[in-house]
């Protein structure tokens, strides 16, 4: 018989397609492991309603779970809470930084997510740490990263933005 921890070190093993550097559980998308007699209930929340990943990730759950042995589980994804980035772990952060995309800093809990959402952001570099930074677009390469570019070292960057 497996624990949660046992658990929580197989998903670990899942990468996100879309930054895969990193895993569910270091991002904050797995949330909840427990055990229901003989059965398996894993929650996950999505980092955007809409996201596109959900299904991918989904699946390679399931596909670990079955690799580790494991057949009784039910997968359900949880909108109770929406995702925020304060739910990534800090190493999950800097692998972002060592990928070259700029991670999200703390957004100090809703109430500060909406007064964040105003005001313009100085982002630092992930290749040379610069301030000397500016926002070329809003999204980049998916809807939870924004496009920037330093002007120090003239790197294009991506920056995971906050939630």
Known sequence: MY?????????????????PVLNVVEM????????NNDNLIIKITPTYSGCPAMSTIESEIHKKLHEKGISK?????????????????????????DYGIAPPEKTGGSDNILRNLDTIKI????????????????????????QYFCNECEEPFEYFKCI
């Not at 929580?8 to 093993?13: H, K």
């Not at 904050?28 to 055990?35: A, L, N, T």
């Not at 992930?126 to 930074?133: E, H, I, N, Q, V």
């Open 123 to 146: 982002i630092p570099c992930p290749y040379c740490d610069s301030l000397d930074t500016k926002l070329q677009s809003e999204f980049g390469s998916t809807a939870c990263k924004a």
């Open 73 to 97: 589980f039910q997968v359900l994804t949880d909108y109770t809470e929406a995702w925020t980035t304060d739910w990534m772990t800090d190493e999950a952060k800097e692998k972002l930084k």
């Open 28 to 35: 904050g998308i797995v949330r909840k492991i427990e055990f």
């Open 3 to 19: 624990t949660s921890e046992d658990i929580r070190r197989f998903l670990a093993e899942v990468t996100d397609p879309e930054i």
